[in-house]
């Protein structure tokens, strides 16, 4: 486990990125910053505060060519050492891009660097190892818990200033014969290879799950080898100014892009397809002040989900994930388009979503929060217009207590303050299947100015007392209610 990071310095870098306090973070800055730490009272000007406030990155005019280094596009030939050492360059001389020239590289584990812009030009593919032992052990986070497990393909730990950008391709190659059979038994959207009798990631699962409830240290949740836990695409751990731009991302193992406890982040015009077990597109988990636009999901789950933790270790952390504006997207098939959970234990809050586009009927919903009385947690300001959905095969909207564990446990969710304007649907089999908790309801939802057509079955309506509607159309004809 030679330096690997530890758990304190997870929580101080955590300690840096939590503005749940505005004022708190205004304290820390320059006057001359103090009164922009300030955010609008108006949902929208905040949303536009917000991306104004984004600190972006920025490298030297220096470029690392990885060919420099001893990488060939040679098939058989692993360029991860290559890479590191182009990395390690740009890192030790103050930052600057390495370069991913046209061609197919193969590699395994690639570990980012402060001040460093790698940089996968068009018709350059890296191509990833399926071999397991190819991904050092590293501090991550799975489903929502904090643990030692196998590296992301593409991974960056408390490091700042670091993009990932490029028209080129990264190719995570998994399928139903390596990564994906791990997952055991599942109901998805293609064969993923699991078959009675082999081996998968269940026990192992289930013994974090007790660790986390245990308060065990994360560092000593060691797994990996035999555990069958799938190592997350392009993750960043607890970084400061982060951009993903314009590449490819396919065929990922588990959750595609995933950042985790990091502050100013920026995903433009990413184009990610994977359809695969739990290949969700992008997973902001405690994260601070974000930016996604212009990226098109094709997913075997969810294309975007808002998470911070899921159940002790989402509650130990306490980090909501917050101020996160999501436009100009284009959603395809998936479990949701824009979602909220099931890993949310810490907390979610303002949120925006704005001119996207949802059309497959393979998407599930195009709006969807998910949780449950395991989790818990309190998730508030919730911002949706100009939204564009074709088809989706179950509801447009669903507020879920009930997803997975349900009722059987002590935390009551917490779900208020949505607004949902301007949202135009052509064909769903619902418009709203709102489900709270006796006791836990699901919180005001406002509907305004929108129009949803071909629904073929009525809303289902359950412990959802506070549903809003203000000029609303079903099938063309105006409703006061669901």
Known sequence: MKNQPTLSKTLSRRTLLDASACTALAA?????????????????????????????TSFPDADFPITRFGARPVKGHDNGKAIAAAIAAAHDAGGGR????????????????????????????????????????VFTRWEGMELMNYSPLVYAHGQE????TGAGTLDGQAGPDNWWSWKGPWNGTVEHGWKEGMADQRPARARLFQMAEANAPPEKRIFGEGSYL?????????????????????????WQVHPVLCRNVVVRGVDIHGLGPNNDGCDPESVDMMLIEQCTFDTGDDCIAVNSGRNADGRRLATPAQNIVIRDCRMKEGHGGVVVGSQISGGA??????????????????????????????????????????????????????????ADGPFKPVLRDILIQRMTVAKAARVLDSQGL?????????????????????????????????????NGAPVQQL
């Open 349 to 406: 809050r303002h949120i925006y979503a704005e001119r996207c586009t949802m059309d497959s009927p393979d998407l599930w919903y195009a709006i969807r929060f998910k949780n449950n009385a395991l989790r818990g947690g309190l998730l508030e300001h919730f911002y949706f217009r100009d939204l564009t959905v074709g088809q989706v095969s179950r509801a447009a909207i669903t507020c879920d207590f009930n997803y997975e564990e349900g």
């Open 438 to 474: 006796p006791g836990a309801p699901v919180g005001t939802l406002r509907i305004e100015d929108s129009r949803f057509d071909g629904v073929t079955h009525p809303s289902i309506l359950a412990h959802s007392p506070d549903i809003r509607l203000s000029r609303v159309r079903v």
């Open 161 to 164: 200033n670091v993009a990932l």
């Open 230 to 254: 799938r190592p997350a695409f392009v993750q960043f751990y607890a970084c400061d100014r982060v951009l993903i731009e314009g590449v490819k991302l396919r065929r990922s193992p588990f």
């Open 28 to 56: 820390m800055l320059p006057l001359q910053e103090a009164a922009a730490a300030i955010p609008p009272a108006d949902p929208w000007e905040r949303a536009d505060w917000i991306v104004r406030s984004i600190r972006a």
């Open 98 to 137: 390495v370069i991913v020239p046209a061609g197919t590289w193969e590699s395994g584990a690639i570990h980012l660097k402060s001040n460093v812009n790698l940089h996968v030009q068009a018709d350059a593919t890296i191509l990833f190892s399926t071999r397991p032992q190819d991904y050092p052990i």
